[in-house]
Structures are given as C-alpha cells and as structure tokens.
C-alpha cells in the first residue's frame, strides 16, 4: 500500500522560510520521481516543484529561486525547502508520486496536504 504523509507546514511571516516534508512508503522510492503541488481556495492545483528518482528539479516560474526540492533516498523522504515566502504561497501543499503496473497503467498517489499559511 502507497502512502505520503506530508509534514512540516505552518503559519509563518513573509520573508521567512519553511521546510516541508513528504515521507513514502510502500514504493521503491529511490527509482520514483516525486512531484510538490499546492492549492489555494478557489484555485486549481498547481505544480510548484518536480525531482526526478536521479535527484534533478524543475520549478514553475512563480516559485523558481525561492523554492528547492530534494530528496533522501536512504529515509524514503521528499523535501521543499521555501525561501522568501510570499502570502501568495499560502496553501496546501501535496506531494505525488505514481507507479506503472506491468500492463503500463499508471496510478497516482497523493499525500494528505500540510497547510502553509503566510501572513503577517
């Protein structure tokens, strides 16, 4: 059974920082790429950082430089460490990964979300 359980969200001040945490079971973790997104009230979920299972990152524009995805294949953990937070990142943040079955239908798993909140 694939389970994220996601941690290390909170309240915290524009400017300051926050490191999230996503950690995995039931997978092989060191060969799965893991995913970061958030959603905000109202608004769709949106992919704010990718790691690939060799440990390279994609960002989206609006977080680029201010956030970090890595990973600790040993401790089957993700990590997004935000930088100059904004109260535009308020949200909850989930991580994903997905698996294919040897047919190739692939199936996607969600953590429960870790709420951020940025304000003042």
């Known amino acids: 059974q694939v389970q994220l359980v996601e941690s290390g969200g909170g309240l915290v001040q524009p400017g300051g920082s926050l490191r999230l945490s996503c950690a995995a079971s039931g997978i092989i973790f060191r060969v799965n790429a893991m995913e970061w997104y958030r959603q905000a009230p109202g608004k769709e979920r949106e992919l704010v950082a990718a790691i690939t299972s060799g440990g390279k990152t994609d960002y989206p524009d609006s977080v680029k430089g201010r956030f970090t995805a890595s990973r600790d294949d040993v401790k089957n953990t993700v990590y997004l460490q935000m930088n100059s937070l904004k109260p535009e990142d308020t949200a909850v943040y989930l991580c994903?990964?997905?698996?294919?079955?040897?047919?190739?239908?692939?199936?996607?798993?969600w953590g429960q979300g870790t709420q951020v909140t940025v304000s003042s």
């Open positions: 994903k990964t997905w698996i294919f079955t040897p047919s190739r239908t692939r199936y996607d798993y």
